[in-house]
């Protein structure tokens, strides 16, 4: 079973459409992530949820949303996507208390 | 605020040679330091961690880092690196008290045969 799964692993989409990823953990953890990694490999936070709770968020569009229906799913949806949102999406998930990240696979968005 | 430096974007080392991986941080609070893999088109992977206690800390596939703190760094190394250690590894830190993570820019290491 895979522990961070997201979905979709590839994207490609035209400037202006609206696509969402979503993403589910089975490890049991309470914090879940968002993580942008662009084209130079720089892995920058955008959003965190404790239990449901928006805890972590960055300077980031508005644009962007994520939604978290329980602690186990972490989505994020984009709108009006831009040349610039190309990169690759991970979520990740934790224990609060703990100090280790769990990474998903990573969702490659290429904006056309 | 905090910071991390990477400071080798890329490292070619030849198989069975030792490595090691800088990594240094600026911070004003206490922080929890680690290494992260990452394998071509797959998410990170967790080498090592250091949260207390020895500052030489050992991870997985044969990998090793030292915290020290007076220079504020966490340097990662392996004695002899195999072609399937190839990947891209990241520096973090996550501050004492709150569980938010700052990653450096990465450094490709590079095996060759």
Known sequence: DTAVSQTPKYLVTQMGNDKSIKCEQNLGHDTMYWYKQDSKKFLKIMFSYNNKELIINETVPNRFSPKSPDKAHLNLHINSLELGDSAVYFCASSLRTARELFFGEGSRLTVL | ?113
Not at chain 2, 2 to 12: A, E, G, N, R
Not at chain 2, 82 to 92: G, K, L, M
């Open chain 2, 1 to 113: 605020a905090q910071s991390v430096t990477q400071l080798d974007s890329q490292v070619p080392v030849f198989e069975e040679a030792p490595v090691e991986l800088r990594c240094n941080y600026s911070s004003s609070v206490s922080v929890y330091l680690f290494w992260y893999v990452q394998y071509p088109n797959q998410g990170l992977q967790l080498l090592l961690k250091y949260l207390s206690g020895s500052t030489l800390v050992k991870g997985i596939n044969g990998f090793e880092a030292e915290f020290n703190k007076s220079q504020t760094s966490f340097h990662l190394r392996k004695p002899s690196v195999h072609i399937s250690d190839t990947a891209e590894y990241f520096c973090a830190v996550s501050l004492y008290n709150f569980n938010k993570f700052y990653f450096g820019s990465g450094t490709k290491l590079n095996v060759k045969p």
